[in-house]
């Protein structure tokens, strides 16, 4: 099992040319890292196991609590958006890691900057909070 202080040089390449030459490096935890590859590819399974058994996401001003709804609320939010993280910029602040991403999908006001809040527990994510929104730059 991978330890939650080490850290992995995480790249993610953008799909669309509009995005082309906008990615940078964010030097992120493992279990944040996996969690935005796998939420990026569509699989649910690999997305679930980056989170301890009683996670809590907060997302769009709901509580999804548990791997299996965790697991659900991946799949559902997917399909609705079929949207992509782009991670910015990490820092760590009181014990959380939060990690600003360029989030891109179908979606109004597309693509967002948004600031997401991780908790880990060991090598596993324990929270992931609320975003917040920051107006992109044109």
Same mark, same amino acid.
Request: net charge positive.
């Given at each position: 099992m991978a330890n939650c202080r080490r850290r992995l040089k995480f790249r993610v390449t953008p799909?669309? &040319?509009a %995005?082309?030459?906008t990615h940078m490096p964010a030097d992120l935890p *493992?279990?944040?890292?996996?969690?935005i590859a796998a939420a990026n590819q569509g699989e649910a399974e690999a997305l679930a196991q980056c989170f301890?058994? %009683?996670? *809590?996401?907060?997302? &769009?001003?709901?509580?999804?609590?548990?791997?299996?709804? *965790?697991?659900k609320w991946m799949v559902e939010t997917k399909?609705?958006?079929?949207?992509?993280?782009?991670p910015l910029a990490a820092t760590e602040k009181d014990g959380k890691t939060i990690v600003t991403n360029r989030l891109t999908g179908d979606f109004p006001g597309n693509p967002i900057e948004l600031e997401f809040v991780f908790t880990l527990?060991?090598?596993k994510i324990a929270f992931?909070?609320?975003?917040?929104?920051?107006?992109?730059?044109?």
């Open positions: 799909k669309s &040319e %995005n082309r030459g *493992i279990p944040i890292a996996t969690y301890a058994e %009683n996670a *809590i996401v907060r997302d &769009e001003g709901k509580t999804i609590e548990g791997l299996a709804a *965790i697991r399909q609705k958006y079929q949207h992509t993280f782009e527990d060991r090598d992931e909070g609320e975003k917040k929104r920051f107006p992109l730059k044109r």
